[in-house]
């Protein structure tokens, strides 16, 4: 099965992949819903709502600035390599994540769709100004404040629950509509619209495999399942390739 997956990419004319936090938990950082995920012991109303950071910074960013601290220090799992690796030979077109940690970027990828946005920069909600998150970090305040106008809180570039996903939604779709072979990498795919776009791929003619440690909400839409560790499933994968 996965030397088909392999042929499948070989043949592709337009491969795009689709992410989750499950490519991020080989390099140390939780996923959401996994028994060691990041829901297990908080409300995800309080820490990744935008309700719940207005009701009380201070929760959010003492959840957040952490965790945020190890992604500062984390290294591309297998997954984010593979694809980088991809795209560097002109067999990947697009990563589309969900991911909020900037490692498809630090592992080489370069035109990645980040759905959620990223921690990598804060804004100021009176003036405008942002921040790097190095920058906030280091200033060691509980609530990173704006630099330029004073105002005590400044809020990630991050989508959170509450928000609507911005034009960055419409250029995945393109990117679907035009893609002939969608993989999909340790995500539950069961976020919309994000998990959306694999019906969206079946409709418009592209194969879709999914490479999982457990069943997602999608597999019923999928060509080819993939049941395993990432690190295993990529490296599999890969040898046909001669990657
Ligand atoms: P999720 O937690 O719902 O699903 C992750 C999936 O990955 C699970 O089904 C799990 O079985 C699988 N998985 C975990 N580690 C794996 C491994 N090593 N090998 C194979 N499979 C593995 O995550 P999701 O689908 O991305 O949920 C969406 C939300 O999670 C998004 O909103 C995203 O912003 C957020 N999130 C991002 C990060 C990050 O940036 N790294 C971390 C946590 C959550």
Same mark, same amino acid.
């Given at each position: 099965?996965?030397?088909?997956?392999?042929?499948?990419?070989?043949?592709?004319?337009?491969?795009?992949?689709?992410?989750?936090?499950?490519?991020?938990?080989?390099?140390?950082?939780?996923?959401?819903?996994?028994?060691?995920?990041?829901?297990?012991?908080?409300?995800?109303?309080? +820490?990744?709502?935008?309700?719940?950071?207005?009701?009380?910074?201070?929760?959010?960013?003492?959840?957040?600035?952490?965790?945020?601290?190890?992604?500062?220090?984390?290294?591309?799992?297998?997954?984010?390599?593979?694809?980088?690796?991809?795209?560097?030979?002109?067999?990947?077109?697009?990563?589309?994540?969900?991911?909020?940690?900037?490692?498809?970027?630090?592992?080489?990828?370069?035109?990645?769709?980040?759905?959620?946005?990223?921690?990598?920069t804060l804004?100021?909600?009176?003036?405008?100004?942002k921040m790097p998150i190095e920058r906030a970090l280091d200033s060691?305040?509980?609530?990173p404040?704006?630099a330029?106008?004073?105002?005590?809180?400044m809020?990630?570039?991050?989508?959170?629950?509450?928000?609507?996903?911005?034009?960055?939604?419409?250029?995945?779709?393109?990117?679907?509509? #035009?893609?002939?072979?969608?993989?999909?990498?340790?995500?539950?795919?069961?976020?919309?619209?994000?998990?959306?776009?694999?019906?969206?791929?079946?409709?418009?003619?592209?194969?879709?495999?999914?490479?999982?440690?457990?069943?997602?909400?999608?597999?019923?839409?999928?060509?080819? +399942?993939?049941?395993?560790?990432?690190?295993?499933?990529?490296? #599999?994968?890969?040898?046909?390739?001669?990657?």
């Amino acid at each position: 099965m996965n030397a088909e997956v392999a042929r499948w990419i070989d043949r592709a004319r337009h491969a795009v992949a689709l992410t989750g936090a499950g490519v991020s938990t080989e390099s140390g950082i939780p996923d959401f819903r996994s028994d060691a995920g990041l829901w297990r012991d908080v409300d995800p109303m309080d +820490v990744a709502s935008t309700a719940g950071f207005e009701e009380d910074p201070a929760r959010f960013y003492r959840f957040w600035l952490p965790k945020l601290e190890t992604i500062r220090n984390a290294q591309p799992s297998a997954a984010h390599r593979f694809l980088a690796r991809l795209e560097s030979r002109g067999r990947m077109q697009a990563v589309i994540t969900q991911n909020i940690d900037g490692l498809h970027q630090r592992a080489g990828s370069r035109r990645v769709l980040e759905m959620h946005g990223s921690f990598r920069t804060l804004r100021c909600q009176a003036c405008g100004a942002k921040m790097p998150i190095e920058r906030a970090l280091d200033s060691g305040k509980p609530v990173p404040q704006c630099a330029e106008c004073g105002a005590e809180r400044m809020r990630p570039e991050v989508v959170l629950f509450g928000d609507m996903l911005g034009p960055v939604l419409r250029d995945a779709e393109q990117e679907i509509r #035009e893609a002939d072979l969608l993989l999909c990498l340790g995500s539950s795919l069961a976020v919309h619209p994000v998990a959306g776009l694999v019906p969206l791929a079946r409709r418009t003619g592209a194969k879709v495999v999914i490479l999982n440690r457990e069943g997602t909400s999608m597999d019923d839409e999928a060509d080819l +399942v993939l049941r395993g560790e990432l690190e295993d499933l990529v490296r #599999e994968v890969a040898a046909p390739l001669g990657l």
